[in-house]
């Protein structure tokens, strides 16, 4: 079954950049999906079609596609920015709706 | 403003059926696709399925046949039915949408309901 890869966990300190990276073998011909789930929290979508980024989201957040591997980048990490952060993406057929692992980011 | 809530029995025994559904507010849910996920404890989240507004299905084969999800739009609300529950089954399940359309993500989520699967 396809899968997508994410890194288990992430540490930065405030006001550095974090890089999130997810890789696929399908990703040069699916969208990609970022979500931010927050503890006890529903997930919240923070970038669509791999680098779109939706209404009220801060724009220190964006996404970026190479290959195999899309990223999100969160520039000025901030301590509300401390969640797990999950790739979506479709499988080649683009009828398989898969996620990473995800990342957990900590904000020291 | 599109809202979702999920609901239904928080325990379910082992090799029976769990039914949860996912009311909407602000929209007719004849206008958009919808989805079910789950998240187990401590894990990442799962597809389960999408029901599209034309009322066709996609499922995530992993489920094995054992997921249902229908539209009620006499209650402005969609389901989901997962048979012959196990263990395995105990998460968090949520509802979601495409309020923008299909390729813009799930933007609206309901906040979750625990189901565990004990005896």
């Known amino acids: 079954s396809y899968e997508l890869t994410q890194p288990p966990s992430m540490s930065m300190s405030p006001g550095q950049t974090a890089r999130i990276t997810c890789s696929g073998d399908a990703l040069p011909k699916q969208y990609a999906y970022w979500y931010q789930q927050r503890p006890g929290q529903a997930p919240v979508l923070v970038i669509y079609?791999?680098?779109e980024r939706p209404s009220g989201i801060p724009d220190r957040f964006s996404g970026s596609t190479s290959g195999t591997t899309v990223t999100l980048t969160i520039s000025g990490v901030q301590a509300e920015d401390e969640a797990d952060y999950f790739c979506q993406s479709a499988d080649s057929s683009g009828i398989i709706t898969v996620f990473g692992g995800g990342t957990k980011l900590t904000v020291l | 403003q599109v809202q979702m809530q999920e609901s239904g029995p928080g325990l379910v025994k082992p090799s029976e059926t769990l039914s949860l559904n996912c009311s909407v507010s602000g929209v007719s849910i004849s206008f958009y696709d919808w989805s079910w996920l789950r998240q187990s404890p401590g894990k990442g989240l799962e597809w389960i399925g999408y029901?599209?507004?034309?009322?066709?299905?996609n499922y995530n084969p992993s489920f094995k046949s054992r997921v249902t999800i229908s539209l009620d739009t006499s209650k402005n609300q969609f389901s989901l039915r997962v048979n012959s529950v196990t263990a395995a089954d105990t998460a968090v399940y949520f509802c979601a949408s495409f309020t923008s359309g299909a390729h813009y993500g799930m933007d609206v989520w309901g906040q979750g309901t625990t189901v565990t699967v004990s005896s």
């Open positions: 079609k791999d680098k």
């Open positions: 029901i599209y507004s034309s009322g066709s299905t």
